[in-house]
């Protein structure tokens, strides 16, 4: 066998058995995502606090996206493993450790900047909020409050880079639940405490960002790095780092900044609408989390192996393995979505202040986001194999055309669709930002396995579809009607879903998909590891 196919081959298993950890271990962390959104829903419904929380929220979100798991990650772990392979693990951790101690003076820095400037930066993002005084000032208050947060979330990005190149994924992986279980216990033992009881919310998320360090810490120690060990506060590598890292804070979050762009539009539209599309994006975020981005943070630590050891070939491979396993999955999860939206959303969401209405017009958005799920998930993979060759300018070119199209779809799309055409204007710049990336990385790396992997796309495409119009037809025979019982809503979308994947695997199995296999193979790596 050639010893470049044999190690395609080899690197393509530890991706299965890498996205396998992290899928199942982010399918835990979404579940109580789920949870979380479904207690905020019942207690706060979508109006004033809902709204008010949600765009606080974003900015330390955002600022996690775009500093921590986003631009630190991507750029510190190529490094981290070049130095790693070609140097020797003292000099990689002794590297890491400075990483840590300047980090964390850069931390807090712009966690305090962050609170003198609230005020400043609400008006910026959420416009809409000032013809609302009581708004603005709850949202200011608790974006103060939740500024901290960035400090121990890009800790944890930081651990999480370390421990991906020394093959340990489940710990940062599991790391959100953390901060999920905090948001629920504060609904329920901190905010009726408060009075105004949206304050809790704020205050869970910086106790789960102490949490979530506090995690990484034994497992850090058992892979033998001890962090309070001296270290220079400046290693060369970390100039390199940070040449990485400049461009990536702005096109390793392309998709955060199109959400933050449609949150700002959304507030110059009725109230709800930004909480409206809030919901419905947390709903794209679960197939986008427990796949796309569990199969990209194993991309990355793979491709920058064979990057580090020049094997472009190799690097190829694995693009187009990934490409394929991605697609083979959210492909059918956005038919699903499309089809079922509305009972998801009912069963999930629809309790308490969260009534029919309110219901439909997250459905509604809902449709708009998920025709773009495949395009989400594809650029994970895509923006990765470019952060692993360790060019991070071209992803930035694409991210800044990506925006300011959605910028002007969103604007023009939102008379006539309202907030559905805020989630379209996102899918419709994210199918662009993928065109585009993907025609780059051709040109730099030559063949991609296009090919193959549109054949493979095809085949998914007519088996999700069939799926579909199956899930469809049958809907109305299991789903009870709009004023059942939550029980029979549940038995009835379950069994949606069960004939939705069966009819799926069959299909597949028809079309000989060889990705099914490797989705299984996937799935029990996880149970095993997990």
Not at 174 to 190: E, G, Q, Y
Not at 318 to 344: D, N
Not at 468 to 476: E, K, Q, S
Request: one cysteine or more.
């Amino acid at each position: 066998m050639n010893p470049s196919k044999k190690q395609t081959d080899y690197e393509n298993d530890r991706v299965t058995k890498a996205a396998g950890v992290v899928g199942s271990a982010t399918l835990l962390s979404r579940i109580f995502g789920l949870i979380r959104d479904v207690v905020i829903a019942w207690f706060f419904g979508a109006g004033l606090s809902s709204d008010a929380f949600f765009v606080a929220f974003r900015i330390p979100n955002l600022l996690r996206r775009l500093f921590a798991e986003g631009s630190l990650s991507v750029a510190f772990i190529p490094v981290f493993t070049e130095t790693l392979i070609n140097r020797g693990k003292d000099e990689a951790f002794e590297m890491a450790k400075s990483a840590i101690r300047l980090l964390s003076v850069l931390l807090v820095v712009v966690a305090i900047a962050g609170i003198f400037l609230s005020p400043l930066i609400i008006r910026i993002i959420a416009p809409g909020f000032i013809d609302s005084p009581e708004k603005l000032s709850v949202t200011i208050f608790l974006t103060r409050i939740m500024f901290p947060y960035i400090f121990f979330i890009g800790m944890v990005a930081l651990s999480m880079g370390i421990l991906n190149v020394l093959g340990h994924f489940a710990a940062p992986a599991l790391a959100p639940v953390f901060l999920n279980i905090s948001i629920i216990c504060s609904v329920f033992l901190i905010s009726p405490h408060m009075t105004d009881p949206v304050t809790g919310l704020a205050v869970g998320v910086v106790i789960g960002g102490i949490l979530q360090l506090g995690f990484q810490v034994p497992f850090l120690i058992k892979k033998g790095f001890y962090f309070w060990q001296k270290a220079k506060i400046f290693h060369p590598g970390l100039k390199k780092i940070g040449l990485l890292m400049l461009p990536t804070i702005f096109g390793a979050a392309v998709y955060q900044i199109n959400i933050l762009v449609g949150t700002l539009l959304a507030s110059l539209l009725p109230e709800g609408s930004v909480s409206y599309l809030y919901y419905a994006d947390r709903l794209v975020q679960f197939p986008l989390g427990i796949f796309a981005i569990a199969t990209a943070t194993a991309v990355l630590t793979s491709i920058s192996r064979q990057a580090a050891k020049k094997d472009l070939q190799a690097v190829r491979g694995t693009f187009a393995y990934a490409m394929k396993l991605v697609l083979f999955i959210t492909i059918p999860s956005m038919v699903g979505l499309i089809v079922l939206r509305e009972p998801i959303v009912a069963l999930l969401f629809k309790r308490g202040a969260f009534d029919a209405k309110t219901t439909h017009l997250t459905a509604y958005a809902l449709l708009y986001y998920s025709v773009g799920l495949w395009a989400f998930s594809a650029v994970r993979i895509v923006v990765s194999t470019f952060y692993a060759l360790q060019d991070t300018k071209t992803p930035v070119r694409m991210a800044v055309i990506s925006v300011c199209a959605n910028i002007i779809l969103g604007v023009v799309l939102m008379g006539p669709l309202g907030h559905g055409g805020i989630a379209l204007a996102t899918s419709l710049a994210s199918m662009l930002n993928l065109g585009l990336l993907v025609r780059a990385l051709k040109t730099k790396l030559g063949m991609l396995g296009l090919k193959a992997i549109m054949t493979s796309a095809y085949k998914t495409i007519i088996c999700s579809v069939f799926m579909g119009a199956a899930v469809w037809a049958a809907a109305p025979f299991i789903m009870p009607s709009e004023d059942g019982s939550l029980m029979g809503l549940f038995f009835g979308l379950m069994g949606s879903i069960i004939i939705g994947l069966v009819l799926y695997g069959s299909f597949s199995l028809l079309l000989k998909s060889r990705e099914l296999e490797k989705v299984m193979v996937m799935v029990r790596k996880g149970k095993d590891k997990a």
